[in-house]
């Protein structure tokens, strides 16, 4: 996968201001065409037509128009880059990642700040005792965090994000423990949260892929953007001479 140089998607997050998006060129980015619907529709539908030629034209609809609602969907909820790498079947097996990214903001912090109580507050749930790694990095931006986890889905309502460390080593959700219900799937999560040390606006990655094996080659992409990215300084207003 080749990294880009820094792609700006600021049409897309006006408010915010403009983000130099690090990211890369080579997936299928489904907001790509920000708020035109009418381009994003003919991209979705190539997409489609071309990943099921041998469907009929009304499920191929039917899958356009599922794309469209869920690009409406993260648009609304404020992601501003949601690409979808898939890799058929191969030599180095099969690969389906999403990776998304947002504007977040960030309380005032110093650079010992413990950016993974703040991923933990943002994801509902403490970190400890959990199956995750955690580690600090710099970034462009000045601070950064990443958390690694394999999510267990227990069913189509239950999904534990974080697993309990001790259920994994003693194999229970994998048929070790007696009754231990075995979870359905599997997953790989990577989340990096990159931000300056005097807080306002952070940059929220998150990626997830449907082979858990595959989360730390996922992850270092995860982490380039987060690392990478930066925000582009606001223009100063314009100063007026006129009264009021």
Request: hydrophobic residues 45%; contains cysteine; aromatic residues 6%.
């Amino acid at each position: 996968m080749t990294v880009s140089p820094p792609l700006d998607v600021s049409a897309l997050r006006d408010p915010l201001g403009s983000v130099l998006l690090y990211a890369p060129t080579d997936w299928f980015d489904l907001l790509a065409d920000g708020h035109d619907e009418e381009a994003a529709r003919a991209r979705c539908a190539d997409l489609v037509n071309r990943s099921y030629p041998h469907k009929a034209i009304g499920p191929r609809q039917a899958y356009t128009d599922a794309l469209m609602a869920w690009r409406r969907v993260l648009l609304n909820q404020g992601v501003i880059t949601h690409g979808v790498v898939a890799v058929p079947e191969g030599e180095y097996g099969r690969a389906v990642w999403q990776i998304s990214a947002g504007v977040v903001e960030v309380p005032a912090a110093n650079q010992d700040v413990n950016l993974g109580e703040v991923l933990a507050r943002r994801f509902g749930q403490e970190l400890r005792g959990r199956q995750v790694y955690t580690e600090s990095f710099p970034t462009e931006m000045g601070i950064g965090m990443g958390i690694i986890s394999q999510p267990e889905v227990h069913s189509a309502d239950r999904t534990e994000l974080f697993p309990e460390a001790a259920k994994a080593e003693a194999g229970v959700g994998e048929g070790g423990g007696a009754g231990a219900a075995r979870p359905l799937a599997k997953l790989g999560l990577a989340v990096c949260l990159a931000c300056p040390p005097g807080g306002g606006r952070g940059l929220l990655v998150v990626g997830t892929c449907l082979d858990a094996e595959q989360v730390l080659a996922m992850a270092s992409i995860v982490a380039l953007i987060a690392g990478k990215s930066t925000f582009l300084e606001d223009p100063e207003p314009a100063e007026d001479g006129a009264s009021s």
